[in-house]
């Protein structure tokens, strides 16, 4: 993702709008665990650090909260969202029901193009868990999910996947257990296997074992955020509210 230069304005780009950029870069700080869960997000200096004017904040603040990333409380402000444990557990078992289907149809509708696409992304996860990136192995994660949907050539299913995944990436930010509670490779690489083999039900089992892993690993209690500095999250210079 291309970025501005970490102590200046957002300029845009041909591409994405400086909103745009800044939900990336927001979304990046959830699933690093530099922005926490529960955390307030003070409008004026996001924009200082940032560069940007306070419109632009709005305007990023309303996708994040579409993505139910965010909560926008009247009076208050907006916060990183604080899932419950009811939530989480709907979460995973929306997820859990969804994905049984993607794993049923991909078993039967495996090429040898599909299985090479899957291990290219399975290298990938590996070197990154391999090099101790930490972010890079909880967003590869994610991908090898949204991966196996786009497989199916559903792009409804995609799209829900990924505002799912998203909100499984917040839980987990907000109920980690002391050991990572990404999804582990070797799991997927166990995923691949019943796959390949083309059966229906041994797949779909298998996901299911999987999800069910990853939301048995998570821990139900954590401390409250303190006060946040968020030029420090972002590696930015604050900077005079933009017009």
């Not at 957002?10 to 955390?39: T, V």
């Not at 083309?198 to 797949?203: C, L, N, Q, Y």
Request: aromatic residues 4%; glycine residues 6%.
């Amino acid at each position: 993702m291309a970025k501005a230069e970490d102590s200046g304005a957002y300029k845009g780009s041909g591409k994405l709008r400086p909103e745009e950029m800044i939900y990336q870069e927001m979304l990046d700080a959830i699933l690093d665990r530099r922005l926490e869960p529960g955390m307030k997000l003070v409008e004026e200096d996001l924009a200082k650090t940032f560069g940007v004017s306070r419109a632009r904040i709005r305007a990023t603040f309303l996708q994040l909260a579409h993505d139910k990333l965010i909560n926008l409380v009247p009076n208050r402000g907006a916060f990183i969202a604080e899932p419950t444990i009811n939530e989480a557990i709907e979460v995973f078992s929306a997820r859990r029901m969804i994905e049984d289907g993607v794993a049923r149809k991909v078993a039967t509708s495996m090429t040898p193009e599909r299985a090479d696409q899957i291990r290219n992304h399975l290298a990938r996860e590996h070197a990154a868990h391999h090099d101790g990136d930490h972010r890079a192995a909880i967003i590869l994660s994610g991908e090898f999910h949204l991966l196996l949907a786009r497989l199916t050539g559903n792009l409804v299913i995609e799209e829900f996947l990924e505002r799912l995944i998203l909100r499984s990436s917040l839980i987990i930010a907000m109920y980690e257990s002391p050991q990572p509670v990404d999804c582990s490779h070797s799991e997927h690489d166990r995923l691949l296997d019943a796959l390949l083999g083309g059966d229906p039900d041994v797949a779909a089992a298998e996901m299911s074992r999987h999800l069910d892993a990853i939301r048995d690993r998570l821990q139900l209690q954590r401390p409250k955020p303190g006060k946040t500095d968020f030029a420090s999250i972002f590696g930015r210079t604050p900077r005079s509210e933009a017009s």
